[in-house]
């Protein structure tokens, strides 16, 4: 326990928690009215799918520009502490465990269910702060305020909404982490380039397999949505009755080309801010995490 204790508190683990959160948010401002098409097309039954660029003209005739960034800065807090757990846990263990080889799997799901259980209640309350104004909903002044007014009038369970969803969905990143770790030991390449293409190819997998659970969640999370008090199960179910199968994937080419967009970036930036700054201390080469 002593010797975990030692290999998770370290330096190195710092440095590749904060380059994990650097990069993400980069990501995140590059491609958010990505994902806020997506959100739009899970939680308004009303709009038709419809190519992407469409749907954010549609938007910006409907509703002005600054909706596609519409809760921006919660998004950019949670996700910037969401990642920065989520990198931490997972160098800290592969660090803690070195013997043990090709359990990058392992150690991804247990950095994203420690993850889930830390951060489900800043991404639910981004949900709603995303969707306000949108059918008549009150939204919140900030992220803080959210968490406060969700659990003193919906309980402090309110702010856990949506979490069974988000621990199935702990196998999206790790099946991403586990593809991308294995293709950068196949090539052993190091180029900004390849860092893109390995986290593309890795998160566009993991995003199809896991997609109709993401919609449930989003769906869960959503105060004025009918689905609110359903199981994920149920919802999807009820979705296949009044959709049919393409239901479950309603919104899902935004999601694509945001999530993988935004994550290659991100990786793309976190590998080499950690190299960076790897080398600005002294350090004869990055260390692989």
């Excluded at 982490?177 to 180029?191: C, G, I, P, W």
């Amino acid at each position: 326990m002593a010797v975990v204790s030692k290999n998770l508190f370290t330096y190195n683990n710092l440095i590749h928690a904060v380059s994990g959160a650097v990069g993400s948010m980069l990501g995140m401002v590059v491609f958010y009215p990505l994902d806020t098409v997506r959100s739009r097309l899970q939680l308004e039954e009303r709009r038709r799918s419809k190519n992407s660029f469409k749907i954010m003209k549609d938007l910006i005739r409907e509703e002005g520009f600054s909706t596609l960034y519409r809760g921006i800065v919660p998004v950019l807090q949670s996700i910037c502490v969401s990642n920065f757990v989520y990198f931490y846990v997972y160098h800290g263990l592969k660090k803690s465990f070195p013997h043990k080889k090709n359990m990058e799997l392992l150690f991804a799901t247990l950095a994203g269910v420690i993850n889930v259980l830390l951060t489900s209640p800043l991404w639910m309350v981004n949900t709603r702060m995303k969707m306000a104004g949108i059918n008549n909903e009150v939204g919140y002044k900030n992220l803080l305020e959210g968490l406060v007014i969700v659990s003193q009038t919906e309980g402090c369970s309110a702010l856990w909404s949506g979490s069974i969803p988000s621990l199935v969905l702990v196998s999206n990143p790790a099946i991403h982490m586990a593809v991308y770790e294995f293709l950068k030991k196949q090539t052993k390449s190091d180029t900004a380039l390849s860092y893109f293409v390995f986290s593309a190819i890795s998160k566009v997998a993991a995003t199809i397999l896991t997609y109709p659970v993401q919609l449930a969640q989003a769906k869960q999370r959503h105060r004025n949505s009918e689905y609110e008090d359903q199981d994920m199960i149920k919802i999807l179910l009820y979705i296949i009755r009044k959709d049919g199968l393409n239901g479950l994937f309603k919104g899902m080419e935004a999601k694509i080309l945001q999530t993988v967009l935004t994550t290659a970036l991100m990786f793309t930036c976190y590998e080499k801010i950690a190299a960076f700054v790897f080398q600005l201390m002294a350090y004869r080469k990055p260390v692989k995490g």
